[in-house]
């Protein structure tokens, strides 16, 4: 029972340098997600895919980039990572009927310090 | 704005106690609500919904009781127990959010600490 995985766990970057956090889920789910969450703080959403080849942008997209080219896989770029970046990041993924689509299942997260 | 908020952030209970973590929201448009629990170092974990059509709902030794008319939710864990300890976390949808729906909101989150 894979679910949703999220790699790295871990990753420092300094200013300026882009990475890609990678997601891949094995549950056939239609809807893909991305969250980060702040000390003392909800997850807030960043962006979200209802299915291939669509996506559109959260709460707090500014930064980022996202693409889904599989149902599988769903990463999350960070073009020019910055101090405010540093956060906890989530993904998570739902079927996407109605009511099911409110329970997401999410990975394990991947830690991110921007220096 | 939309919110979703918690009344107390941090919860202390007694091994074998009762639970009960709150939480405040202020859309009245919300339909949909979900309690989420992460443990240390892991990603939420689904614990139980409710539809806006329902006043209480029942689990496995949780329970979720919505008040429409001020907008509160909560959280109810019946003999809690060390395992229980975590953040919990109470989110909301919108309806009619079109493309949106199914976009959670997310409180700040409470955090409870189980005394053995």
């Known amino acids: 029972n894979a679910g949703v995985t999220q790699t790295p766990k871990f990753q420092v970057l300094k200013t300026g340098q882009s990475m890609t956090l990678q997601c891949a889920q094995d549950?056939?789910?239609?809807?893909m997600s991305w969250y980060r969450q702040d000390p003392g703080m909800g997850l807030r959403l960043i962006h979200y895919s209802v299915g291939a080849g669509i996506t559109d942008q959260g709460e707090v997209p500014n930064g980022y980039n996202v693409s889904r080219s599989t149902t599988e896989d769903f990463p999350l770029r960070l073009l020019s990572a910055a101090p405010s970046q540093t956060s906890v990041y989530f993904c998570a993924s739902s079927y996407s009927e109605r009511w099911a689509k409110n329970i997401q299942y999410f990975g394990a997260g991947t830690r991110l310090s921007v220096l | 704005g939309e919110s979703v908020g918690l009344h107390l952030p941090t919860l202390s209970v007694q091994e074998g106690d009762n639970s009960i973590i709150n939480c405040a929201y202020s859309?009245?448009?919300?339909?949909?609500f979900i309690w989420y629990k992460q443990e240390s170092g892991k990603g939420p974990q689904f614990i139980i919904d409710i539809r806006s059509n329902m006043d209480k709902r029942q689990g496995q030794r949780v329970t979720v009781l919505l008040n429409k008319t001020v907008k509160h939710l909560s959280l109810q864990i019946a003999a809690t127990q060390p395992g229980d300890s975590a953040v919990y976390f109470c989110?909301?949808?919108?309806?009619?959010?079109?493309?949106?729906?199914?976009?959670?909101?997310f409180g700040k989150g409470t955090k409870l600490s189980v005394k053995p």
């Open positions: 859309n009245s448009a919300s339909d949909y």
């Open positions: 989110a909301e949808t919108l309806s009619g959010s079109g493309g949106s729906q199914g976009n959670l909101i």
């Open positions: 549950m056939n789910h239609e809807y």
